[in-house]
């Protein structure tokens, strides 16, 4: 049997060593979590949208003013360069503004005399207490992705961070109680039974962000439950003969920014077999000049790095091209990872299969146009997926044909709070972020009342 223990060890991925202790959140701590959820929801989801949206600006007002502290806690549990930690603590300020104006805008449908002697509307109501389970790869801004709309909408948030980041997820509901109220927003930190006490919990509903395996765990233990899931990527880029001179370089810098972990990230560049050798020495090129320890950082976590390890060990490429690791000084122990570009391998490979996420990018050669798009969408994820051409025509049917919930052109990773962001089949369901979100954390209610006088 088990053994349970109270309190988990964090490391720093710059190191691998340990650096803090924190407790994990048991069924005690979790019911009350909810509990406290529960109480706190009525009086929030009573506010006007004004009162709500001056909240939730004056946390994102906080976030701006103690980015130093938000920052520290980013890079304490990720390992990110300051500049990432830095935009990625800005842009959660930013989702939180966008959201704050969104829950003012309204979403209903068609309203008024639809029915003869009647008159209908439709009112859009929170569903109560969402759990928010996040992810290690992006802490805070992750956190705020879920819980910015399910708070717009009225709900109150139990978020549970990744075992590995929970401290910028354990400062902002620090702040939270202090600027929107006790059981607001709550964090119950923790491992991964944690989290699954937390879904078979009575929670309203639930939004996990994280890998295929996990989300399956989640809708197996929610039942009926509403779920929203945001899973793995494996995002194919499509490089087609006319691309750009700048699309190497982008691509390469999209798939090393937070060392490669990002659902969304590039990780499958798929090209015609006139540009393949042409594709790999270019995107080889671009990678050696990437090193990790000064462009980008290391992998989150041992689990992680032994992932990387196993997919590159059992990959049967013919070329590897391998960036380069210059650390800090005391750094060398730590999860660190070079850029590597793989070339000459079968479509089984495990490094096309599996998402490595990782700054890895593999480089296949298709027989034309169809084939490429075919081979793009051949993996179970569809999340992001993106294509380079100068032909505007070619590009948009492209990008049509790509089975993928979000898809760029010319471009890799370049998101805002008002587009839509989620996936497609093996990479779940559900919209993060634009004012779509907002309906996955409401429900509505059709209201007709009978005109007094008229006849039934």
């Known amino acids: 049997m088990a053994v349970q223990h109270d309190t988990t060890s964090l490391t720093d991925p710059r190191t691998g060593l340990v650096r803090r202790e924190i407790p994990v959140s048991g069924a005690r701590a979790v019911v009350g979590a909810v509990a406290g959820a529960r109480r706190a929801q009525p009086a929030w989801a009573a506010l006007t949208p004004a009162r709500r949206s001056r909240l939730l600006l004056r946390l994102a ?56 002697g009647h008159e209908s509307w439709v009112r859009w109501e929170p569903l109560g207490v969402v759990a928010a389970i996040t992810p290690w790869n992006y802490p805070l801004l992750m956190t705020v992705w879920r819980a910015a709309p399910a708070l717009a909408a009225g709900n109150t948030v139990v978020v549970k961070p990744a075992e590995t ?83 190497y ?27 393949y050798l042409e594709v790999v020495e270019r995107l080889a090129k671009e990678m050696a000049a990437r090193c990790a320890g000064t462009e980008f950082g290391p992998l989150n976590n041992p689990a992680q790095a032994a992932r990387y390890d196993r997919v590159l060990e059992s990959s049967r490429a013919g070329v590897r091209h391998v960036g380069n690791i210059v650390t800090e000084p005391g750094e060398t122990g730590g999860y660190w990872r070079p850029g590597q570009v793989l070339a000459d391998l079968p479509s089984w490979d495990p490094a096309v299969k599996e998402e490595v996420f990782a700054p890895v990018l593999t480089v296949q050669a298709a027989a034309g146009l169809d084939a490429a798009v075919a081979m793009a969408n051949s993996v179970p994820q569809a999340l992001g997926a993106s294509v380079w051409s100068t032909s505007v025509d070619v590009a948009l049917s492209v990008a049509g044909s790509l089975d993928a919930g979000e898809t760029w052109i010319n471009c890799h990773l370049e998101q805002t709070p008002e587009l839509p962001h989620g996936g497609r089949r093996g990479s779940g369901h559900g919209t993060d972020l634009s004012v779509l979100a907002l309906s996955e954390y409401q429900r509505p209610k059709t209201v007709t009342v009978r005109r007094l006088g008229q006849q039934r």
């Open 61 to 116: 007002d906080s976030i701006e003013d103690r980015a130093d502290e938000y920052v520290d806690a980013e890079r304490a549990g990720t390992g990110k360069p300051e500049a990432e930690a830095r935009n990625e603590v800005e842009q959660s300020a930013d989702v939180l503004r966008f959201f704050a104006g969104a829950l003012r805008t309204g979403n209903s449908p068609a309203a008024g005399h639809l029915l003869p």
């Open 165 to 247: 980041t929970p401290d910028s997820a354990l400062t902002l509901g620090r702040y939270c109680d202090e600027i929107l109220g006790p059981g607001i927003l709550t964090v119950v930190p923790g491992d991964r039974e944690t989290g699954r006490l937390l879904v078979g919990s009575s929670v309203d509903a639930v939004a996990f962000t994280g890998s295929t395996a996990g989300g399956l765990d989640v809708v197996r233990r929610a039942g009926l439950r509403r779920v929203s899931l945001e899973l793995g990527g494996n995002a194919p880029a499509v490089v087609l003969p006319d691309a750009g001179e700048e699309t």
């Open 249 to 275: 370089g982008t691509l390469v810098r999209a798939c090393t920014y937070n060392a490669g972990q990002s659902c969304a990230s590039p990780a499958r560049v798929i090209t015609l077999r006139e540009n």
